[in-house]
């Protein structure tokens, strides 16, 4: 019995360094040369973990993990160079032991024989990730929203809504020339109103014109702009670890509601001196796809309903599904939004 329990402790004391190596393999290496293994989080992988490629048996590379997720891991290279998809990845090191009847002094290590100083080209411009602060976090985010921001002015646009312009004098003299005595007096009597009106609309449409202006301001929150953002207030409240950050990350996608939606926040501001309506904005208001078909949003928030007074301002976002029901997917790196019929002008923001 004795024995059998001798054995047995022997065996897992034995056993114990193998189970400690964690195996995975190479899934992904982009042309910027980051390196992605299928283990992260769930593995008990942390960031600084070196990861050891192999070709075969044969030692290729070592990584350095930067960036841990829950399945994945984004690593840089170390030294060694031609890393490949498929290669398998370990966290053994590389062993160096000589063989049988070799002279130790005249063997080489496994590790000697990787071109440190020869590095891929792919990898000479992979930096190392630099630590993260507030600061650092917080100047990625403003740098995020600037590149997803666009702003559009409308102003000048009415002169579009004016119709033909009408001189009295002519209008008076083409109604005369076809009348006698007896029907001048009416004739000229249903003409003056007309013209009268004409030159009313004209002088409005000119004020309107010259007083009339409005900024709008677009935000598209796409995914690198919530993760920047995440990340930010993340560490405004001292939540820096990764699980705390995927979580909070995770939180902010279903709170925006980017998780389902493309969503545009928009602010307006009458800059002008005349009164600006821009209610229902949903009519103002469009997505234009690849093949040019018009989109419409989902759903937006009521407050950018508004007549916006001189000085006034509002901010609100719509939604738009990233799934139509005709099958057209919008969650692409690149959208077209349109503003159209305000002020009579039209602006098209491409993100």
């Not at 995975?24 to 769930?42: D, F, K, Q, W, Y």
Request: charged share 25%.
């Amino acid at each position: 019995m004795k024995r059998s329990l001798y054995a047995i402790l022997l065996f897992l004391w034995l056993a114990l360094p193998s189970m400690a190596d964690l195996n995975g393999m190479v899934i992904n290496v982009s042309p910027g040369g980051e390196i992605t293994v299928n283990r992260g989080l769930a593995d008990q992988v942390k960031p600084g973990l070196r990861w050891y490629v192999y070709d075969r048996d044969q030692p290729k590379a070592e990584l350095e993990a930067v960036l841990v997720d829950n399945y994945t891991t984004q690593a840089r290279i170390v030294s060694g160079s031609k890393v490949v998809v498929g290669d398998k990845a370990t966290t053994k090191a590389f062993s160096a032991a000589p063989a049988a009847g070799q002279v130790a002094s005249q063997s080489k290590s496994i590790e000697s024989t990787i071109p440190k100083n020869k590095p891929d080209r792919r990898f000479s411009t992979t930096p190392r990730q630099k630590e993260e602060t507030l600061e650092s976090t917080q100047e990625n985010y403003e740098k995020r929203l600037s590149a997803s921001t666009k702003k559009a002015n409308f102003s000048g646009g009415a002169s579009k809504m004016r119709r033909s312009s009408v001189n009295p004098m002519m209008v008076y003299n083409v109604f005369s020339r076809y009348t006698n005595s007896a029907t001048a007096g009416i004739t000229l009597q249903n003409a003056l109103p007309t013209a009268w009106s004409e030159v009313s609309h004209n002088k409005k449409m000119k004020e309107f014109n010259t007083y009339g202006s409005l900024d709008v301001s677009v935000t598209w929150w796409n995914d690198n702009l919530v993760d920047a953002y995440s990340d930010m207030m993340a560490f405004r409240e001292g939540r820096t670890s990764v699980d705390q950050r995927l979580q909070m990350r995770n939180g902010l996608y279903a709170q925006k509601g980017t998780d389902r939606f493309l969503v545009f926040h928009v602010k307006m501001k009458n800059v002008g001196k005349s009164n600006v309506q821009v209610a229902p904005f949903n009519w103002h208001c469009y997505l234009l796809d690849k093949e040019g078909n018009y989109v419409k949003p989902q759903r937006y928030d009521q407050i950018l309903d508004r007549t916006l007074t001189p000085g006034q301002e509002t901010e609100g976002s719509v939604y738009f599904s990233k799934q139509e029901v005709a099958g057209r997917n919008f969650s692409g790196d690149n959208v077209t939004l349109v503003l159209e019929d305000i002020l009579a002008d039209r602006a098209t923001l491409e993100f």
